[in-house]
């Protein structure tokens, strides 16, 4: 069983900064595509960034693309999402995903086989 845990979420001021871990246990890690995706309170949940297996391919969403970063650490079980200069429309609950394809990235929420619990997300202005 594949399970996936988010940390690092909490109230930030507008030009902060947050790092997100996801630490996922059960199946192989490096086998995985990572996904940082995002709920807003009254929308739909958006793609927010993605990493493929080896950490080699990397691809984000345009309102973000210069302000986070996504990484991983295999030898950990772990992928992260480091957020800096953090705006108010930024605050959502954040979840990480793992789809079962290392090489290709994806964007799309049901190309994604497993889903953490999300951690909140909250920037004040």
């Known amino acids: 069983q594949v399970q996936l845990v988010e940390s690092g979420g909490g109230l930030v001021q507008a030009g902060g900064s947050l790092r997100l871990s996801c630490v996922v246990s059960?199946?192989?890690?490096?086998?995985?595509?990572m996904g940082w995706f995002r709920q807003a309170p009254g929308k739909e949940r958006d793609f927010v960034a993605t990493?493929?297996?080896?950490?080699?391919?990397?691809d984000y969403a345009d309102s973000v693309k210069g302000r986070f970063t996504i990484s991983r650490d295999n030898a950990k079980n772990t992928v992260y999402l480091q957020m800096n200069d953090l705006k108010p429309e930024d605050t959502a609950v954040y979840y990480c995903?793992?789809?079962?394809?290392?090489?290709?990235?994806?964007?799309?929420?049901?190309?994604?086989?497993?889903w953490g619990q999300g951690t909140q997300v909250t920037v004040s202005s």
């Open positions: 995903a793992a789809r079962e394809a290392p090489y290709t990235l994806s964007r799309i929420l049901s190309r994604y086989d497993y």
């Open positions: 059960g199946g192989t890690f490096s086998s995985y595509t």
């Open positions: 990493i493929n297996g080896s950490g080699g391919r990397l």
